[in-house]
Nanobody
Framework: QVQLVESGGDLVQAGGSLRLSCAAS????????MGWYRQAPGKQRELVAR???????NYADSVKGRFTISRDNAKNTVYLQMNRLNSEDTAVYYC?????????WGQGTQVTVSS
């Protein structure tokens, strides 16, 4: 089992920044891709960004140039730096970790952007 704990969600004004963190613990061997997803009210959960063990990244088009995902393998932690936030970024943000065919999820952290 892998446990994921997110932190860093908050209420922020449009144009502001936040950094989310996700710490993995438990049976963390062979975790490959870690990523961030988000779900806004009434919408499906969507990929925001993900990063492999080797550092390869990909981003949703809506966050390219504004968000940066990074990973500290020594700390088993993945980060999401979010800049120039806007109201459309308001959502619950979930951390995910892929271990073989299995995906683990965190409990989510709320990001609210006020205009």
């Amino acid at each position: 089992q892998v446990q994921l704990v997110e932190s860093g969600g908050d209420l922020v004004q449009a144009g502001g920044s936040l950094r989310l963190s996700c710490a993995a613990s438990g049976s963390i061997f062979s975790i490959n891709t870690m990523g961030w997803y988000r779900q806004a009210p009434g919408k499906q959960r969507e990929l925001v960004a993900r990063i492999t063990n080797g550092g390869n990244t990909n981003y949703a088009d809506s966050v390219k140039g504004r968000f940066t995902i990074s990973r500290d393998n020594a700390k088993n932690t993945v980060y999401l730096q979010m800049n120039r936030l806007n109201s459309e970024d308001t959502a619950v943000y979930y951390c995910a970790a892929d271990q073989g065919p299995r995906r683990y999820w965190g409990q989510g952290t709320q990001v609210t952007v006020s205009s």
